[in-house]
């Protein structure tokens, strides 16, 4: 395991590595980072939906477990996570790598083709192949959507905060570890936990909530209700709670 130090300076430079990909590798790797976390969400419904409601809390652990496997595969395989690159770019512009305007290109590029291999998955695999779209699964689908969108702005935005302040970490680990079956743990424990809570985490609303919308039980407005409060406090919980804690208490001031 790296030192804190040490997490700090590779995280810079993933960061700042992250801004030169060109164009076309932000597009495919943002859309690969938006199909992943779809599928660990997929997952997540399809081995929980059968668990009876008055049995929550194991609901939450057994798709908790399985949810984690999409950030895993952008980790260590390859893929561009909006929500990742919050915290990993926002290393790189406190140590003034990077600067802002690049920041907000580079989450805008992300964002949008996270949000398309996101429906991607909602649609083909999820109401196509009718994976999401059969008893029990459709219900399920509806019902964590309808408990998204139900929430209002200040809850949201809080609860964008918490699922990034774990989701940052995961990646913080990952930085950390020095083989793949160390990344795998520091990432699996974070994400399961920010699933089991409940937190709201952007991208993956980015699948949960269109699935719901294929199957009749969501709208697009309700969608893009919900977004923008949990995506700025994605934001807060990255740049914040993650990059910058451990940017001014680990960076090198000499």
Known sequence: MFTPEEILEKSIVAGTNKLNKTLLAKMILGFIGGAMISMGFLAYVRVSASIPNNLASVKAL?????????????LLAGGELATGNMMAVGTAFFARKVSFIDYLKNLIVITLFNFLGAVFVAYFFGHIVQLTHLAPYKQAVVTIATGKTGASFLP????????????????WLSFGAKDAAGKILGIWFPIMIFVAVGFQHSIANCFIIPAAIFEGGSTWNLFFQNFVPVYLGNIIGGVIFVAGFYYFSYANKK
Do not use: K, R
Not at 161 to 170: E, F, M, P, R, T
């Open 62 to 74: 057994v798709g908790g477990a399985v949810f984690p496997i999409g950030l895993i595969v952008i």
């Open 156 to 171: 949201a935005f809080v609860s964008g905060i918490g699922c990034n302040w774990l989701v940052g970490l995961a990646v």
